[in-house]
């Protein structure tokens, strides 16, 4: 099953409207990563926030973490029609051997302009 | 190279035969990985590289996929007697240590007809 899954599946907003994209994973994690993919094709990554964080910035960005539901917030501010892109988050959970990091099957944000 | 190289950026095949595909990180990233997707999904884990160590095969959904990275730096995915259920991208990232921010290539779409 997925580890980090996304919600919701499709977002549709206008130009200049916020965006939130949230993420709710199974087991404890060592960190959550945030990505962004256009066209189906690369990844890129756009944050990462630790376990004993619970909220980071970047830009237009803001991430937040609750451990304790197990979920995380991507929030994009002042959103232009660029920002349409599928999002992902990414759990690094496990430790030596074990350790993996496990990609949710993405919101896919649609700005209109 | 200043990002992570994929070629062939697009691949098509016949069902049956044996596919390469090539992956070159950004120099001096130790951590090395691919993943595959399919249309409209999220990515799957399918093997990992660290350095020196044994890499972490785990994802790999068959017999038929094989992957080797030379002396620490480009890296080799074969698939051999593909099938139509093998179209999808594939995409490498690198990252400076284990799970750490991934840097992803553009990907190879791979089509099997």
């Known amino acids: 099953s997925q580890q980090g899954e996304e919600d919701p599946q499709a977002l549709s907003i206008q130009e200049g409207e916020n965006a939130t994209m949230n993420c709710s994973y199974k087991?404890?994690?060592?960190?959550l990563q945030w990505y962004r993919q256009n066209s189906g094709r690369g990844l890129v990554h756009l944050i990462l926030i630790r376990s004993n964080e619970r909220e980071k910035h970047s830009g237009r960005l803001r991430v937040t973490l609750d451990t304790s539901k197990k979920s995380s917030s991507l929030l994009i501010t002042a959103s232009r029609a660029a920002d349409t892109a599928s999002y992902f988050c990414a759990t690094d959970s496990g430790s030596g051997s074990a350790r993996q990091l496990t990609f949710g099957s993405g919101t896919q944000l649609t700005v209109l302009p | 190279g200043a990002g992570v190289s994929q070629s062939p950026s697009n691949k098509v095949t016949e069902k049956g035969k044996d596919v390469e595909l090539r992956c070159d990180p950004i120099s001096g990233h130790t951590a090395l990985y691919w993943y595959r997707q399919s249309l409209g999904q999220g990515l799957e884990f399918l093997i990992y590289f660290q350095g020196n160590s044994a890499p972490d095969k785990s994802g790999l959904p068959s017999d038929r996929f094989s992957a080797e990275r030379t002396g620490g730096s480009v890296s080799t995915l074969t698939i051999q007697r593909t099938q139509q259920e093998d179209s999808a991208v594939y995409l490498c990232a690198s990252s400076l240590g284990s799970y750490r921010a991934h840097t992803f290539g553009s990907g190879t779409r791979l089509t099997v007809v």
């Open positions: 087991t404890s994690i060592n960190n």
